[in-house]
């Protein structure tokens, strides 16, 4: 069964700094991969995916993730954190047939 | 291009009642998806309906049901509601075209509550 963990109930960042979430994954077969972001009282909004090519991945709102197979990871970084990037993040991998299981969220603060 | 919506925002209500959420998808979009995340759950699938049909299914009770209409908006239905049910309810739309396909796109929720 497809699965993601995500190690770390909070991240604290100060503002400026540069940032990682982390998250691992366990798959069968090839990994579809995606970052969500969830702002208070409100649903998920979709940051990036990997399905194919290139390991490291752009997505909205300066973040990128890489992805490392060896290490069965998928990261989401960004350079420089902004205290409106404060929120709870989530990682997803793809199952069949067509849903997305969930990791159980890290929730990211960023201090000014 | 609007969203995907969901109503009603907050819902209350008593145990033993049903529940009905609606989300429309996006324009375009076939697919309906919704997932539930309660207080210490974390997000879980519940169902996928796509071109009115359900695909799949989650690990939830019979008593969690729902249906698609022809112009592929949706209703969520949870019969004898239990406190147990009282979380989030997350509906999301994807499609099957290039490039955004694998993607899901998530409406802003209904806050179930069962007191």
């Known amino acids: 069964a497809q699965s993601v963990a995500q190690p770390e109930d909070q991240v604290n960042v100060a503002e400026g700094n540069p940032l990682t979430v982390k998250c691992t994954y366990s798959v069968s077969g090839n990994p579809y991969l995606f970052w969500y972001v969830q702002y208070p009282n409100r649903g998920l909004q979709f940051l990036l995916k990997y399905i194919t090519g290139d390991n490291l991945v752009k997505g909205s709102y300066g973040f990128e993730a890489e992805f490392n197979k060896s290490q069965t990871s998928f990261h989401l970084k960004k350079p420089s954190a902004l205290v409106s990037d404060s929120a709870l993040y989530f990682c997803a991998v793809r199952d069949v047939p067509d849903k997305l299981i969930f990791g159980t969220g890290t929730r990211l603060q960023v201090f000014p | 291009e609007a969203g995907v919506t969901q109503s009603p925002t907050h819902l209350i209500k008593t145990r033993g009642q049903q529940a009905t959420l609606r989300c429309s998808p996006i324009?375009?979009?076939?697919?309906v998806y919704w997932y539930q995340q309660a207080l210490g759950l974390g997000l879980q699938f519940l169902l996928w309906y796509d071109e009115g049909e359900e695909r799949n299914r989650g690990n939830f009770p019979p008593r969690f049901s729902g249906r698609q209409f022809p112009n592929y908006s949706s209703e969520l239905n949870v019969n004898a509601l239990e406190l147990e049910d009282s979380a989030l309810y997350l509906c999301a739309s994807g499609s099957t075209g290039f490039p955004t396909y694998n993607e899901q796109f998530f409406g802003p929720g209904t806050r179930l509550t069962v007191l």
């Open positions: 324009s375009g979009h076939t697919s």
